[in-house]
């Protein structure tokens, strides 16, 4: 059997959304579980909303160009609702990040600089079939995460979206 470790380091990622409540309360709750540090991320987008329609058309509709929050503005709200979330579970919050940039890479590079043992994201809605399976960033950070990652399944609402979706 390999070497199994504890998990010291998890970092989550947050756009604010109802997935992303359910995905900062499974972080941590592993967190306070494994008496791990817990890293907040929420990746938000440099370019205005026109800009982000604009890119969104001139890549034809590539999701994995935009990122589901749109300004710092918001990003800073998605932060402070995922510590009050983590704050709930009990888990201890070593940092709570709002990064420029593209959701995956930033993810990505969080887990990294932290040295995380785990990456926690939220699974999206996306119709290509690698994206049904893991979303478009879940897709990326699994390929290029330095550690475990976790993707957690709507409950609820958008499960039920999920399955009447084709």
């Not at 109802?18 to 991320?41: C, F, G, P």
């Not at 935009?66 to 888990?91: D, L």
Request: charged share 20%; aromatic share 2%.
């Amino acid at each position: 059997m390999s070497n199994m470790t504890d998990y010291r380091v998890v970092v989550v990622g947050t756009d604010g959304s109802h997935l992303a409540e359910q995905t900062v309360a499974r972080a941590a709750w592993i967190s306070k579980y494994e008496d791990a540090d817990l890293v907040i991320v929420c990746v938000y987008s440099g370019l205005s909303q026109r800009a982000d329609a604009r890119n969104l058309a001139t890549t034809g509709g590539d999701p994995r160009t935009t990122t589901e929050v749109i300004e710092r503005g918001t990003a800073s709200e998605a932060i402070a609702a995922a510590v009050a979330v983590a704050a709930r579970q009990g888990a201890t919050v070593a940092a709570a990040l709002t990064v420029e940039g593209e959701p995956a890479v930033a993810l990505v590079k969080a887990a990294r600089e932290r040295n995380a043992e785990l990456l926690v994201i939220g699974a999206t809605h996306d119709r290509s079939l690698a994206g049904r399976l893991l979303g478009t960033v879940g897709t990326e950070v699994v390929k290029q995460a330095p550690c475990d990652v976790l993707i957690v399944r709507p409950t609820g609402p958008e499960k039920q979206h999920r399955s009447e979706a084709p």
